[in-house]
């Protein structure tokens, strides 16, 4: 592993990701929305928001998940990434997150709700620090990690993908 990932995986206190990579929770907000005032597909209470650092590596990387909120991902540091999603209708979409603007990398972007997404480092031996943000706050019943078998039989035309971004 790259040793400034290391550094930053020592130095933040990160830890495995069920999805891949290494995170931490940096900030849960004290109010809540009362499961009541949500959507039914939420079970139970959410805070406002949740935040976390995220580290992900070429060697480790974010495997497709989805989630019931809008998730912002913000970049800090490291080597670009492409962040693949794939709607609930199938229609699937990437874009580039870094800081190298010039070449239409962004240094944020909002993946919707309900959205399968994934994300890769672009550079080999590399990694790339970030930062996601959620609201509602992040619950993990909220968070799906779908099988190889399951996305690829939701979602056929986007094999190669999907073979390369899902574990099981």
């Known amino acids: ?12 206190d ?6 891949g990579g290494f995170f931490k929770e940096t900030y849960r907000s004290n ?16 805070n406002y928001a949740t935040s976390i650092y995220f580290l992900i590596t070429s060697d480790a990387f974010s495997a497709f998940h ?8 913000h970049f800090y540091k490291g080597s670009s990434l492409t962040l693949h999603m794939i709607s609930p209708k ?17 240094p944020q972007f909002t993946v919707l709700a309900q959205h399968y997404f994934a994300a ?10 970030l930062g996601c ?16 078998k399951e996305l690829s039989e939701r979602f056929p035309t986007h ?7 899902t574990r099981t």
Not at 1 to 12: G, Y
Not at 90 to 106: D, Q
Not at 134 to 143: I, R, T
Not at 159 to 165: D, F, H, N, T, Y
């Open 1 to 12: 592993m790259n040793p400034i990932a290391k550094q930053i995986i020592s130095q933040f």
């Open 159 to 165: 094999q190669e993908v999907i073979s390369r971004l």
């Open 133 to 148: 943000t959620v609201a509602p706050g992040f619950d993990f019943n909220d968070f799906h990690l779908p099988t190889h």
């Open 90 to 106: 199938g229609i699937y979409s990437s874009v580039a997150i870094g800081n190298n603007f010039e070449n239409g990398e962004v």
């Open 120 to 129: 890769e480092v672009k550079a080999k031996d590399q990694f790339a620090f």
């Open 66 to 73: 989805k989630i019931n909120q809008d998730e912002t991902w």
């Open 14 to 19: 990160l830890q495995p990701h069920p999805e």
């Open 31 to 46: 109010g809540l929305i009362k499961s009541t005032c949500l959507e039914s597909i939420f079970k139970g209470d959410r």
